[in-house]
């Protein structure tokens, strides 16, 4: 080991502790008065070179409130609010609940959904919710949680089975859209190798405490102030930077290839903004306000402002219809009263069918359309998801089309976009289309996972926006598609900021 290499951070690690002392991130901040990324570097660079190994690292889980649950331990969760309203008034409608408790359509629909499936609540012929029985384990359950987690945190460690189990279904690591958010703190305890004590040796003989200075300013010469200060040495013989030659960023190159691929196959582009109103984000698309389907699409909202001014016409009317009675489509609809406010509200966009549905309003028969659509979702991010995301989103019309047309489109992208040999095809749900299908493929090292969704919109989505012939329609996961273009086992890679793999980055043939 040249000591000359190492850096001062790392000198001072060495020669601050002793060896074979246990060495963690928060000891050394402590001891050493370093910052936090300080020691996570030093500790990473003096592990790489071997004069350091890790010795164990272990785990703690905790749970703190949201904001959301801090208002829950105020007022109570919605299933908690229903019981005791219904309890209190009798039975009543999901949207006279949630009028009266002042909550969102979809925390009541979610609510009644959990509290149904325990038994707690049904729906009677009237479509009004009724007590079945006045008391819920898991609405209790929960409830104690959260005024516990009122006073601080909760350790994971410190829970039982029981309650492990119901506050992992109403928390998330970034929080959002739960009442719960999980905390995980990995810590690593490192300690000194034999390469290391020489190293230290080696250190204090040369007189080197790892606070000598890296350069030599204007100011040390012009005050004489050089003359206090003991400097680093400097390895000669380290190769100069290179200079590296400029290329396009090789997903923003697959985006386009991608583009060029569908134009040339006769679809014609689409677009909109990334900021959308909750009518076209779901409503346009037949998925009830107060339905529990919505929890898929956890959003982003706009705080300033945060409704739309008007939802235009005769769009509204008859999408409200279509929830509210099934319009002139031969539905029943849901059976609700649509509520005109909610559907204003402002968020960004959780899926690219957003695009789709505003596309239907002037899109010709027959007719192929795509659009490359950047979503968001509060979602936690890992090798196959992200919290912004693009999805490539397209529509067919024609009075010929079916589900078999559809199957080869989904072949045509697994296949030839995505790079894949290896397709399977899966019945699936989604409010707007029947039938719904995912396509999976398989990534060398990722195994099967899903591409993403597709279907035959559902009557009620196409009527009520002019169109009256079948409509395939799909959104797939483009950031997966590239996985397996560009040899890549993690989304994260793609948006990195290493520019020397983005660099060496190459399309796989």
């Known amino acids: 080991m040249n000591i000359k ?87 009543m409608s999901l949207p006279e609940i949630s009028k009266k408790l002042k909550l969102e359509n979809r925390d009541v629909g979610s609510a009644f959904g959990s509290l149904s499936k325990e038994g707690a609540l049904r729906m009677d012929e009237e479509k009004r919710i009724t007590l079945v029985t006045e008391e819920s384990q898991q609405t209790a359950a929960l409830a104690s949680l959260i005024q516990r987690a009122d006073s601080g945190s909760i350790a994971a460690i410190d829970l039982s089975p029981e309650q492990a189990d119901v506050i992992a279904r109403h928390a998330k690591k970034r929080g959002g859209g739960a009442p719960f958010h999980i905390l995980e703190v990995e810590t690593i ?9 020489s190293a230290r040796a080696e250190l204090f003989a040369a007189g080197s405490t790892g606070e000598e200075a890296g350069r030599l300013t204007p100011e040390m010469l012009e005050t004489g102030a050089w003359h206090n200060y003991r400097f680093r040495s400097y390895n000669v013989e380290v190769p100069p930077s290179r200079l590296p030659v400029g290329r396009r960023n090789p997903y923003g190159e ?21 900021v959308e109103t909750e009518f076209w984000n779901g409503d346009a ?104 995301f693009y999805q490539a989103e397209g529509i067919v019309l024609g009075q010929d089309v079916n589900l078999r047309t559809l199957l080869g489109l989904l072949k045509m992208f697994a296949v030839e976009v995505a790079g894949a040999t290896d397709v399977r095809y899966v019945p699936a749900y989604f409010p707007f289309t029947e039938p719904s299908i995912e396509v999976h493929i398989k990534h060398p090292v990722l195994g099967w996972f899903e591409l993403g969704g597709s279907g035959v919109f559902r009557p009620e989505v196409t009527e009520p926006l002019g169109v009256h012939v079948p409509v395939l329609a799909w959104g797939l996961g483009i950031d997966r598609m590239a996985l397996m273009q560009l040899g890549l086992d993690d989304l994260r890679e793609l948006f990195a900021s290493d520019l020397d793999k983005a660099r060496m980055r190459r399309r796989s043939s």
């Open 285 to 388: 698309l037949f998925m009830p306000q107060f339905h529990s389907a919505r929890d898929i699409h956890d959003v982003y909202y706009v705080r300033d402002p945060p409704y739309a001014r008007e939802i235009e016409e005769p769009w509204l009317e008859r999408v409200a219809s279509a929830h509210e009675d099934g319009w002139e489509t031969g539905s029943k609809g849901w059976g609700y009263q649509f509520d005109r406010t909610f559907t204003r509200r402002l968020v960004l966009r959780s899926q690219g069918t957003v695009l789709s549905a505003k596309q239907l309003r002037t899109a010709r028969v027959p007719g192929k359309y795509f659009g490359i659509a950047r979503c968001f979702r509060y979602d936690q991010v890992d090798a196959t998801h992200g919290a912004d």
């Open 254 to 274: 697959y985006l386009d290839d991608v583009k060029d691929t569908l134009v040339s196959l006769g679809f014609e582009e689409f677009d909109g903004p990334l």
């Open 189 to 197: 305890r490192y300690q000194t190798t034999k390469l290391g004590e």
């Open 5 to 91: 290499s190492l850096h001062a951070l790392e000198i001072r690690v060495l020669v601050g502790t002793d060896p074979g002392t246990i060495l963690t991130c928060s000891d050394l901040q402590k001891k050493l008065d370093l910052k936090p990324g300080q020691c996570n570097q030093a500790l990473s660079w003096l592990a790489a070179k071997g004069l350091i190994a890790e010795f164990d690292r272990t785990t703690e889980i905790t749970y703190d409130l949201t904001d959301l649950g801090a208002d829950y331990a105020r007022h109570g969760a919605p299933a908690e609010r229903i019981l005791s309203l219904l309890k209190q008034d009798g039975p």
